[in-house]
């Protein structure tokens, strides 16, 4: 019977043979088909580039000798094309750019990562949701027109809830647009602790990164980029409340989750130090050391929290420049591309911000990011 079927003169032997190979291209076709879906917009991505995060690009923007110059200067640059006169108008054109730019990323991405794009909109909407919910705390006036300002018809909507809201509404209102007990329990207590505020909205739109679905092969790349964000965040935290003096267990209230390499056992040693350098000398081993060690002598002398969060940041780019080496075939070019383009409008927004206010080009520069080649 089987010499039948393995005989290359009997039909049986050529439809077993064709069988496998249909199951093959299958097999193959299948595997490869997530990698096409990210061949055009990851070229693209990478075609487009950020130039105004590499030294070379800012440093033509640094010589301009106004905000006219600014604005010429920079339309020079094939996809921007910015309006305004003002410091103000420049900036909105500058944020609308951004929008546009991750629009436009959306629409040539596959359908698969669309939640990715409605999150990091999200994340840029957070800190007009965090002001507004201060502010109606603390009876303050808020801008009728702070919806206006929003990514999200979801932020835009909560936002004009918020406006008018009295404050022992605030829970119920988060609870209907989907927030987590634990943001709506912070909303709860009869006075609210900011610091904690704060840090549970953080963890808020972290775990949304972290518990979105993407298709498989994309995991491994947003897991890590989440991760590294989370350590980034922790640092930046830590830092800042140790500048201010805060007490350790200020500090240990600080915490995001684990991330890629600080773990809590380190973050709890980060909080059990006396001063910054203490901080920088607990990261011995991580990629995070020696860019703060570089920075430790200019914090020294200014004592601005600036220079290491700008370090941190430096680092960041690179790591998401690696992050989109090691994932190029799926979502790590977008996630560099879309990471680049955050610092790049936030360095073109302190240009136009310094230029306005004439201040020194020198000055300007301690303020931007650099971290693209």
């Excluded at 830590?238 to 500090?251: A, E, F, Q, T």
């Excluded at 601005?304 to 430096?314: C, G, P, R, Y």
Aim: some cysteine; aromatic content about 12%.
């Amino acid at each position: 019977m089987l010499e039948n079927i393995f005989n290359p003169n009997n039909f049986l032997f050529w439809i077993l043979i064709i069988g496998i190979l249909a199951g093959i291209i299958t097999f193959v076709f299948r595997s490869s088909l997530a990698y096409f879906k990210f061949v055009y917009p990851n070229a693209k991505f990478e075609a487009m580039g950020n130039p105004f995060i590499t030294e070379k690009e800012l440093t033509r923007l640094f010589s301009s000798k106004d905000l006219k110059n600014f604005k010429e200067l920079l339309n020079t640059s094939k996809d921007y094309n910015v309006t305004g006169d003002t410091t103000h108008e420049l900036q909105n054109s500058l944020d609308n750019h951004f929008i546009q730019n991750i629009e436009m990323m959306r629409k040539d991405s596959a359908k698969k990562i669309n939640d990715f794009y409605d999150i990091y909109l999200e994340k840029l909407d957070f800190y007009l949701i965090k002001n507004v919910l201060k502010k109606r705390l603390n009876n303050e006036k808020i801008d009728e027109k702070i919806g206006e300002k929003s990514n999200t018809q979801t932020t835009k909507r909560l936002l004009y809830k918020l406006l008018d809201c009295k404050k022992e509404e605030i829970p119920l209102i988060l609870k209907n647009y989907g927030f987590t007990k634990e943001v709506i329990v912070t909303f709860s207590v009869e006075k609210v602790d900011f610091l904690t505020l704060d840090i549970t909205l953080d963890k808020y739109i972290i775990n949304k990164f972290k518990q979105l679905r993407l298709p498989q092969k994309c995991e491994k790349g947003k897991q890590k980029f989440v991760n590294y964000l989370v350590d980034i965040s922790n640092i930046k935290n830590i830092i800042r409340v140790k500048h201010l003096g805060y007490d350790k267990d200020s500090c240990i209230k600080l915490f995001l989750g684990e991330g890629q390499e600080i773990a809590y056992w380190k973050f709890k040693q980060m909080c059990d130090t006396a001063s910054i350098s203490e901080v920088v000398s607990v990261l011995t081993g991580t990629s995070f050391y020696n860019p703060l060690k570089d920075a430790q002598e200019n914090y020294n002398q200014d004592k601005s929290v600036q220079i290491l969060e700008n370090a941190l940041d430096t680092q960041f780019l690179k790591i998401i420049r690696d992050i989109s080496v090691e994932n190029y075939n799926t979502i790590g070019p977008t996630l560099r591309f879309i990471v680049s383009k955050e610092f790049e409008i936030k360095n073109l927004k302190i240009i136009s911000k310094g230029i306005g206010e004439s201040i020194s080009s020198d000055l300007i520069q301690k303020f931007v990011i650099m971290g693209g080649k």
